[in-house]
């Protein structure tokens, strides 16, 4: 079985949930076991630290990680992708309280069960449930599970913010020092820009630069890429070299791009009364990338290929051409009859003392 990139994308996406609520649930029963312990009369209302029953619940405690997750990545975020952060945090919140509810009624009777090694249904098993619900054990269940949702909640807000890429190389310090490494970079910007930002205004441009953006989303998942920097009307994408040259992508990406945006036109006509289009760049070169920022923190690259291949894009409509890449991307890739290559020369790029050789490409869709 080949998972998509998008799938993949979702899975990592869903694991560090897991991960929060292991930690947390670990050290939690931990905690429970050090309160707890030689103190009878509240453990009655509490279940036994048996090997058997904290295996059960650091693997339940560990689902139910990942459902959040899941559910959050699917489903809650999208519901209130367009909500303030703190009407996001609030309705999650009273979301998921109602579902632990049911979460706490199906595992606690479990659980007792296996210490009291007897069926679910034995009397003792529910009467055991009736004095941990108005127990002080309770409470502190609840507490465990609010907190446990409530950093879930944060950390998918941060990641959805900032992105997971840069969430995972601030945690692990992947660029706290800098790095030299080979990237290839896509400038994509959107034409007649101003026009349109005249014609709707502020306000309702905004709301199709959302809207735009959100639509390029999927194929820029799919082809592997990463958004660098949303710069206004522009969008730039980067692989690492061999993510980009493997199977085309960072050239697929452009015409998954095309395609998406061409199959919701209708959408984009009648609710802004335009259709935003693009022209792009592509090319690629050495870059070093490393943690910059005082009062904000970023992951930045610098080198002359960011440079260059603004300076190519500037170029589209004096070729009159939606895409232009340097001949020396073209030459990595491994292209076939799928796509068809045009020379477009060697102009001299302003601020640039050498020329560097251009292509155009049409895609020939089967």
Same mark, same amino acid.
């Given at each position: ?17 897991? /991960? &929060?609520? $292991?930690? =947390?649930?670990? @050290? ?9 312990? #030689? ?102 269940? /609840? &507490?465990? $599970?609010? =907190?446990?949702? @409530? ?9 959805? #913010? ?205």
């Amino acid at each position: 079985m080949i998972l998509t990139a998008n799938t993949k994308r979702n899975i990592l996406r869903v694991i560090p949930f897991g /991960i &929060i609520w $292991l930690v =947390f649930g670990a @050290l939690f029963l931990w905690i429970e076991y050090a309160a707890l312990d #030689n103190q009878k009369n509240i453990a009655d209302t509490a279940i036994q630290m048996k090997t058997d029953v904290v295996v059960f619940a650091l693997i339940g405690i560990t689902f139910v990680g990942f459902l959040v997750g899941f559910i959050e990545l699917i489903y809650l975020n999208r519901l209130f992708e367009k909500q303030s952060f703190l009407v996001k945090i609030i309705s999650k919140f009273l979301i998921y309280s109602l579902f632990f509810v049911v979460v706490i009624l199906i595992t606690f009777p479990i659980a007792a069960s296996l210490e009291l090694n007897t069926s679910i249904f034995d009397n003792r098993v529910w009467n055991r449930y009736g004095a941990f619900f108005f127990s002080i054990t309770n409470a502190s269940t /609840i &507490i465990q $599970l609010s =907190f446990s949702l @409530l950093v879930s909640l944060l950390y998918a807000e941060i990641s959805e #913010n900032i992105g997971q890429n840069v969430l995972l190389n601030f945690f692990t310090g992947k660029y706290h020092k800098p790095v030299t490494e080979n990237r290839i970079f896509m400038f994509a910007d959107m034409k007649s820009s101003t026009t349109i930002a005249e014609e709707l205004g502020h306000i309702k441009y905004f709301e199709l630069l959302r809207s735009y953006y959100f639509d390029l989303s999927n194929a820029i998942v799919k082809n592997q890429g990463e958004v660098y920097q949303y710069i206004g009307d522009e969008i730039v994408i980067s692989w690492k070299l061999k993510n980009g040259l493997k199977n085309n992508q960072c050239l697929h990406c452009f015409y998954d791009m095309k395609s998406d945006l061409k199959a919701l036109k209708n959408k984009y006509l009648k609710k802004f009364g335009v259709f935003p289009d693009f022209k792009a760049a592509l090319h690629f070169g050495e870059v070093t990338t490393g943690e910059i920022g005082a009062l904000k923190k970023e992951i930045f690259f610098t080198g002359d290929v960011l440079n260059t291949t603004a300076r190519i894009q500037g170029l589209c409509q004096d070729y009159g051409v939606d895409l232009l890449l340097s001949k020396t991307l073209m030459d990595r890739l491994y292209l076939n009859d799928t796509f068809t290559v045009e020379p477009m020369g060697k102009p001299q790029l302003k601020g640039k003392i050498d020329s560097l050789e251009l292509v155009t490409t049409t895609f020939n869709r089967t």
